[in-house]
Every structure is written in C-alpha cells, then in structure tokens.
C-alpha cells in the first residue's frame, strides 16, 4: 500500500524564476550592515502558483492525492491584515493567480526570516523579563535568539507598531502556506511553534509569560497551536476548481524544514544524529528527556508526540563553503574536493572560523579567524601553543572550512547530551552528495555516515507527515509513523545507504584532542568580540 517513491520533484529558483523581487539567495539583506534579512511573502504566494503550474504540465494527477502537507522555512513570520481572512483570503477566485489577489493581503510587505540577526536588544529585552536566559530556556526550549519569531514581534511591534496594531493573524512560513491551501488561517504547529520563543515546552501551550514579555494582545493574533499530525482544514475550492485536486483532499499541519527533515530521514531510535547540510548546517536528534539549556534547542519531536528533537544550527553552511571554492578552487566543487583529498587529517594544526554571515554557534559576527596549532598531538597539559595567521593556502583554507564545521558539531552535541560517537549518522541535503565530506565526518564523529535516497529530507518529510496525518485522521487517533514504513522501506526514498564507513580509532582520538583546543579559542573569540 506505502510505496514512498517521489514521482517528481520541480523546483522554483527564486532569484531567477522570480527576479522582480531582487533577491539574492532568495533573500533581501539590508545593505546597511544592520543584520536585517528579509523576504516577501509575496514572493512566496506566487512561487506557489508557478510550482502547481509545473505539476500540472507534468501531468501530475492532483485529483488522486488524498492529502498534503508542507514544510517551511523556521521562524519567518508573515502579518495578515486586519479583514484579510474575510475580504480576501476566504474569497480567491479560481480563475486567477492567488498572487494577483493577494497583493493587499499583509501588514507589512516583509517577512523577517531565519538569517536576520536584526534583533539583539529584544532577545535581551525578553530574557530580562522572564527572569534571564537560562529561565527562557528552560520555559520554552531555548535562550532567545536574534532569528526567533518571538524577538522578531517585537521589533515588529516597537519599530511598526501601527503595522503591528493592524495585524490580525501572525503565521509561521509553515502555517502560511497552510493557510492558502485551506482558504482560511492554519494554526501554528506545536514543533514549528517551539521555534518562537513563545510556547511552553512541556505544557505545549503559549506561555503567558512569554507572551506578555514580547507585546500586547500576542495571543489573539498568533490563534491556537495543535499537533504536528492534526488536519489543518479541506483543502480550499480554489485548488478543486483551477487544479482539480479531489474535494475530499486533506490539508495536514505544515511545519518547519528541520523537524520535516527529521521524519524524512525516519529517524526514530534515541541515540541516532543527523546532519543537515543545507544553507544553514543543522545537526538534530532525539531524546526521550529534554534539558534546555543555554546551548541548542529542544523541541517536541513532530512524528512522536513522547519524544523531542534536540537541535544545533549553524547560519553559516552552503553558502559559506560554496565562497571558500569560489576564492580558492576556482568555483570547481572538484578541484575542491581534490584539495580536501591531498590534505592530511588533522591539517597540519591549522584551524579556521568562516562567518560569511553572522553566526548563531558560537555568537560571532561576520569575519574569518584563523590559527596555526603546534604539539596539537601531544596530551601533555600545556603542550599545545596556539598563534593566529593571517592565511592559509587553498588547499589548507579548503580542509579547514570542513574541519572546523564538524569538530565545533561534534563538540556542541557532546555538550547538549547526544553521544558520541552516535549509535548512527544520516546525512542529507546537497553536501551530502559529496563523498569526501562525508569521510570527513566519519572520521571526526568516529561511525559510520549513511544517506538517504534524496537529499531532500524536508520535503520527503512533508509528504510523508502528509500520509501520517491522513493515516492518524482514518484511524481516529494517533498512530506512531513507524507503521507506515517499518519493513516497507527497503528501494525506497527512505532507504539508508551506507556512505562512508566509520573512521579510525586512533584518528577519532586526535580529533577529539584538536577538538578541545578549538573549543578553547572559540570561547576566548567569543570574550573577545561579543563582550567587548
């Protein structure tokens, strides 16, 4: 009955398929140097129709779907306009494009996402409210953090309070697109809602205390929360009628691209790690006991009601790699790796910082950092010295950017609880393609790295959440996900694939060794810069 092959799988390039929006990298960032990142949500209604618009030249049968869900972005945030529910969105006329409708629909024209760092004073501002960043953590999953969607309201609300004032609904980029695929507003999911500084962790609620620490009248807009597998509404009559998608489509809970991510890999066993190496390098896990704390984020687990997603992120990921091969293997991904080949493990002691955005781990502005380590081999207390230079060559710059990557994630997730080595890796997204890399993980995590059949986990687990959502809504109750492909998985786009094989021993000692001197630097970049 489960089959879980992906049929087809367009995309949209925002950049070039929709260059009136004058993006880059699909984002807008303020040539100020202010840390403020952007998109319009517009941009993303009308990529919406183009993808639809794909499917149906490729002779896609919407009407035999049965459900669809979604994943989104984490923490961007979209304001609807006081009456936009009522004059516009539960109106759209079949016969034209949603983006020709809903041109007056938002508060404000910009959606703050992910990579804006605009929000410092606020995060500090939430934190004292409620008692420090250690209480918000504990309350709500994680310290506050420039990105949230929670800190982002209020800037919202001190900066444009008349926007603010006449916003009626607040979504999440999950619970948005949700929302135009019910014709009505879609609740913010429990997972997706963690991401936000607002909801209590354990209770899976909004926090009072949050909620007032941040601005007036917050809960009314933000609506209610539900359950990563509940039925966000029918799908609307715009899509039966300009698409003929079947009448009795399901729409379950859209949700952020991590937690998608997770249930796309089928992780489910305490104890596994995965590694998400996308635009931004996510490394995430699950536990069965969450504890908070001023590193990381918990969030409920999206698939596992009982259980929570340990999660570390890193804004600098593809794109930061992808300007070391421009500047030093002439924009060729082989000559980068083959520089990556002719490097010794270890390189040599050379460790390297590359902040082509301003980073979340460790808390460190734009800027490259770069050390030379001697007797980094020798146990002995003391026996390391440590000297910052001013460059590498290329091949060394190349090994360090993965070095550094990896050791800081092994580091970080020692220190949240995850074990290392982990019982199992899964790497997915478009650097999980390359081989080499992943040798290097598997050295510097010591276990085998497997992948998955398509790099593209989140939106694998979309659909997949889509099924377990329609499975849980025939049931009549929830139905743990593993039923669907327990057995089932095998040639599939769920299957695991051995990718690299764990590395030595030996090699995975000396890692950990290079590792706490890494950790000592980044501690002492961190006095130096951020409390200056």
């Not at 460790?351 to 800027?367: A, R």
């Not at 329609?470 to 786009?493: A, M, R």
């Amino acid at each position: 009955m489960h089959c879980f092959l992906a049929l087809t799988a367009p995309h949209i390039h925002f950049d070039s398929e929709l260059p009136h929006f004058k993006t880059k990298d699909g984002v807008y960032r303020d040539p100020s140097g202010n840390g403020r990142v952007v998109s319009s949500p517009m941009m993303w209604v009308e990529a919406l129709d183009l993808i639809l618009n794909k499917l149906k030249k490729a002779n896609l049968k919407f009407d035999k779907i049965r459900s669809i869900s979604g994943s989104g972005q984490q923490h961007g945030s979209v304001y609807w306009r006081k009456g936009a529910l009522e004059s516009i969105l539960k109106g759209v006329n079949p016969k034209d494009p949603l983006a020709v409708q809903l041109q007056d629909a938002f508060s404000t024209n910009e959606s703050p996402i992910w990579m804006d760092s605009s929000t410092t004073s606020q995060c500090r501002e939430i934190e004292k409210a409620v008692g420090g960043a250690l209480e918000l953590a504990l309350l709500t999953g994680s310290c506050a953090y420039e990105r949230y969607t929670g800190p982002q309201i209020r800037k919202l609300y001190q900066t444009q309070k008349d926007a603010y004032d006449n916003t009626e609904r607040i979504s999440l980029v999950s619970s948005f697109m949700a929302s135009l695929f019910i014709g009505g507003y879609a609740n913010i999911d429990e997972t997706d809602g963690a991401g936000m500084n607002l909801m209590d962790l354990r209770e899976r609620t909004w926090s009072k205390e949050a909620l007032e620490a941040t601005a007036p009248n917050l809960e009314e807009k933000l609506g209610p929360l539900a359950p990563s597998y509940a039925i966000a509404g029918n799908l609307s009559s715009y899509f039966v009628d300009r698409f003929m998608f079947d009448k009795k489509c399901l729409v379950i809970q859209w949700s952020g691209d991590n937690p998608n991510s997770l249930a796309g890999l089928a992780l489910n066993r305490p104890g596994d790690l995965a590694i998400s190496l996308g635009t931004s390098d996510v490394v995430f896990g699950i536990t069965t006991e969450p504890h908070p704390g001023l590193e990381g984020h918990v969030l409920p687990n999206p698939v596992d009601p009982n259980c929570y997603m340990v999660m570390l992120v890193y804004k600098n990921g593809s794109l930061t790699r992808e300007e070391i091969r421009n500047r030093c293997a002439n924009g060729s991904w082989d000559t980068f790796n083959k520089f990556l080949d002719q490097t010794p493990p270890l390189n040599g002691g050379k460790l390297g910082f590359y902040f082509k955005e301003p980073e979340i781990l460790p808390p460190l502005p734009v800027g490259i950092h770069r050390y030379q380590l001697s007797n980094y081999e020798d146990q002995a207390e003391g026996g390391v010295t440590t000297q910052n230079v001013p460059e590498f060559d290329a091949p060394s710059e190349v090994r360090a950017i993965i070095e550094g990557q990896f050791l800081s994630m092994r580091a970080h997730a020692e220190r949240i609880g995850m074990p290392t080595p982990p019982e199992r890796l899964i790497a997915t997204g478009g650097a999980s393609a390359n081989s080499q890399l992943l040798s290097v993980i598997a050295s510097i995590f010591g276990c085998a790295v497997y992948t998955v059949q398509r790099p593209d986990s989140a939106s694998l687990g979309a659909a997949l959440r889509a099924a377990h959502g329609w499975v849980c809504q025939k049931e009549g109750k929830f139905v743990p996900i593993s039923q669907l492909y327990e057995e089932k998985s095998e040639d599939t786009s769920l299957t695991c694939k051995l990718a690299a094989p764990a590395g030595d021993k030996d090699l995975y000692s000396k890692y950990g060794s290079i590792m706490s001197e890494r950790m000592k630097i980044e501690q002492e970049l961190v006095e130096q810069i951020v409390t200056k």
